[in-house]
């Protein structure tokens, strides 16, 4: 999302990643161990830099609470201060529907946002049923289940609309929630063949699908066994192209552009020679053909 990418960014601009962290950790322990009544400077910085320790504090932090905090009412600014005005009116023109009882918390959560959607209230009433598990992610629960000092738990009531939005798009997208009269985001049951019901063996077999879930997602794993067993075995002749990057979450595969092979196309073609732009449709610097005497 883009108050996490924001957030990521400003933390990037203050540390670089730190690597073998397990290397650092082992000659520190050896060090302490080896001299546990020695000054830390004389024992420590030695075998790990106190620039260094600064660096992995400061990776530490940005996965830590405060990074999610920080994230977290970036997303809030920018929803109360522009998002949320459009909310009422969408809510209104917007019919939300869902065919699978696991995803109707999300409608129950909709719903709750849209009877509250103009109230001044802070909280939501102690006497709402408010759906928590299928709608806030477990790390934005402890901002939408704020405690008071006698231990009651309450709901924030902007934090909630926050997260049940986010879990909107998320289903949304999927069409697990569908919008009535909607084309993209149909409800997915009018993909179907009117017959389908009736018929559905038939149809599976026309297109050579298996009508057991378990049986597709099994050929599905075996599909990827078979092609990381391809990846691997092939590893040894292409690591000088393709590298392997764990400390990628997206992306993590780099593959290195291959070098032209001999015949390939030259990147930039010649120009149109005159007879061309002649006959181009629309060209400005149309050339004439030229006429014979």
């Given at each position: 999302?883009?108050?996490?990418?924001?957030?990521?960014?400003?933390?990037?601009?203050e540390f670089k990643r730190i690597g073998n962290k397990e290397g650092i950790l082992y000659r520190i322990a050896e060090a302490a161990v080896g001299h546990?009544?020695?000054?830390?400077?004389?024992?420590?910085?030695?075998?790990?830099?106190?620039?260094?320790?600064?660096?992995?504090?400061?990776?530490?932090?940005?996965?830590?609470?405060?990074?999610?905090?920080?994230?977290?009412?970036?997303?809030?600014?920018?929803?109360?201060?522009?998002?949320?005005?459009?909310?009422?009116?969408?809510?209104?023109?917007?019919?939300?529907?869902?065919?699978?009882?696991?995803?109707?918390?999300?409608?129950?959560?909709?719903?709750?946002?849209?009877?509250?959607?103009?109230?001044?209230?802070?909280?939501?009433?102690?006497?709402?049923?408010?759906?928590?598990?299928?709608?806030?992610?477990?790390?934005?629960?402890?901002?939408?289940?704020?405690?008071?000092?006698?231990?009651?738990?309450?709901?924030?009531?902007?934090?909630?609309?926050?997260?049940?939005?986010?879990?909107?798009?998320?289903?949304?997208?999927?069409?697990?929630?569908?919008?009535?009269?909607?084309?993209?985001?149909?409800?997915?049951?009018?993909?179907?063949?009117?017959?389908?019901?009736?018929?559905?063996?038939?149809?599976?077999?026309?297109?050579?699908?298996?009508?057991?879930?378990?049986?597709?997602?099994?050929?599905?794993?075996?599909?990827?066994?078979?092609?990381?067993?391809?990846?691997?075995?092939?590893?040894?002749?292409?690591?000088?192209?393709?590298?392997?990057?764990?400390?990628?979450?997206?992306?993590?595969?780099?593959?290195?552009?291959?070098?032209?092979?001999?015949?390939?196309?030259?990147?930039?073609?010649?120009?149109?020679?005159?007879?061309?732009?002649?006959?181009?449709?629309?060209?400005?610097?149309?050339?004439?053909?030229?006429?014979?005497?």
């Amino acid at each position: 999302m883009r108050a996490e990418k924001r957030v990521e960014q400003e933390y990037l601009n203050e540390f670089k990643r730190i690597g073998n962290k397990e290397g650092i950790l082992y000659r520190i322990a050896e060090a302490a161990v080896g001299h546990p009544d020695e000054p830390v400077r004389e024992v420590v910085f030695p075998v790990a830099s106190e620039k260094l320790l600064r660096e992995v504090i400061k990776e530490y932090k940005a996965k830590s609470p405060a990074f999610r905090k920080q994230v977290h009412l970036i997303m809030r600014a920018s929803y109360s201060h522009h998002y949320r005005r459009m909310v009422p009116e969408l809510l209104e023109i917007l019919d939300f529907h869902s065919n699978n009882e696991l995803y109707r918390p999300v409608i129950r959560a909709l719903q709750l946002v849209k009877d509250y959607v103009h109230s001044p209230r802070q909280y939501y009433p102690d006497h709402e049923i408010i759906p928590i598990k299928e709608v806030v992610a477990p790390k934005w629960r402890e901002f939408v289940e704020e405690q008071d000092e006698d231990g009651t738990s309450r709901i924030n009531r902007l934090n909630y609309e926050v997260c049940t939005l986010q879990a909107l798009r998320e289903k949304v997208r999927v069409r697990e929630i569908w919008i009535e009269g909607a084309n993209r985001y149909r409800d997915p049951d009018d993909d179907l063949p009117t017959d389908f019901s009736q018929k559905r063996a038939t149809y599976y077999e026309a297109l050579r699908q298996p009508t057991e879930a378990d049986v597709f997602i099994e050929k599905l794993k075996e599909e990827m066994r078979k092609a990381l067993r391809s990846l691997d075995g092939a590893m040894p002749r292409i690591r000088d192209k393709v590298r392997l990057l764990p400390n990628r979450k997206k992306k993590p595969i780099s593959i290195t552009p291959l070098a032209p092979q001999p015949g390939t196309p030259p990147a930039r073609y010649p120009a149109p020679t005159a007879p061309a732009l002649s006959l181009w449709p629309g060209n400005q610097y149309r050339v004439q053909p030229p006429t014979q005497c």
